[in-house]
């Protein structure tokens, strides 16, 4: 099979990290908001899945932007965009939060960091929020600024993550509490880190603002990480599926409800604050839901999903598997399924065609078990 690459142009941009991780043995690429994501390195799959979970890996997640909306009715704009009630959100904190369209319809799963009641951030998944916030901003009226910051956004993952950030930031960073942030001092320049990643094997991410600093300090975190077993990353296939860490765009897009997606908590329909979809998601919550996000299990030992494949019950379609990979810890594939219904709530067997071979697998709840 001949290689496929990248095409590199001015629309799909390079981070401030991309010289490095291609010295470092990045072996593929993703697109995500227009720009170059890490996909692979040089160790496979399984070895560097290991080593995510037993060491601390650095990652270039600048492709994940961030939207600033600023001024008067900045709050009213974020509140309007989702389902999840930031009415008493606290400054210096990050919040999931499902954003969605007119219909329910998911948008974006990025986490919104609130500065004050003027300012805040909205640290997004793949799709273009910046321009869904302009429209609705003009639409309302709506005295605010919104712009794309230069942030590009590093992350350090593990679990020795910490170890190698006190060498650097002191104690202070280990006061950190679980979806806040603050800023951090690193050579006369102040770095945003949050407690947060995706990943669940702890860690955090630091917005990088100035260039220069930001890759000082890339460069400082693999000296310094060398007792550590310190190694590039970038966010793991089987690490996620495991932690059912959902990737929209991949598990859900705009067809897809976040009661559908199992983010129920994250959305609040009984309360007097102003969305975008309200009554939809009132009436869908009213009737039920038709399909259901669920997990699946295959005795199989690879997989090599590119698209959406039907799983059948006595040849009747019940749903698609979305996302799917070999699990070391269950020693089978496992993947993220959209079940319709009854079958979400009857879970059971499937029947699934692979490479012209039908399989059997089973429906079951994430996270996985």
Known sequence: MSNQYIAKSRRLRSTIYSSRIENQGVTSYTVYNHMLLPAGFQEGLEETYEHLKNHVQIWDVAAERQIEIKGKDSYQLVQLMTCRDLSKAKDGKCYYCPIIDENGGMINDPVILKFNNEKWWISIADSDVLLFAKGLAIGKKLEVSISEPDVNIMAVQGPK?????????????????????????????????????????????????????????????????????????????????????????????????????????????????????????IKIQNSGIEKKLMGVKINLDKINLRSAISLTKNDKIIGEIRSAVFSPRFNKVIGIAMINKPYFFNKGKFDILINSKKYVGEICDIPFE
């Open 161 to 281: 993550a910490f170890n190698l950030l006190e060498k650097i930031f002191g104690k202070e960073i280990l006061d950190l509490k679980f979806y806040n942030f603050k800023y951090f001092n690193f050579k006369s320049t102040q770095h945003l880190i949050a407690r947060s990643g995706w990943s669940k094997q702890g860690g955090v991410e630091i917005y990088v603002e100035d260039s220069k600093s930001g890759l000082a300090l890339y460069d400082l975190l693999f000296e310094e990480g060398r007792e550590f077993n310190v190694k590039p990353g970038c966010p793991h296939l089987i690490e996620r599926i495991e932690g059912a860490l959902l990737s929209y765009g991949n598990d859900m897009d705009i067809n897809d409800n976040p009661l559908e997606c199992g983010l129920e908590k994250f959305v609040n329909l009984d309360t007097n604050i102003e969305f975008l979809g309200k009554e939809n998601l």
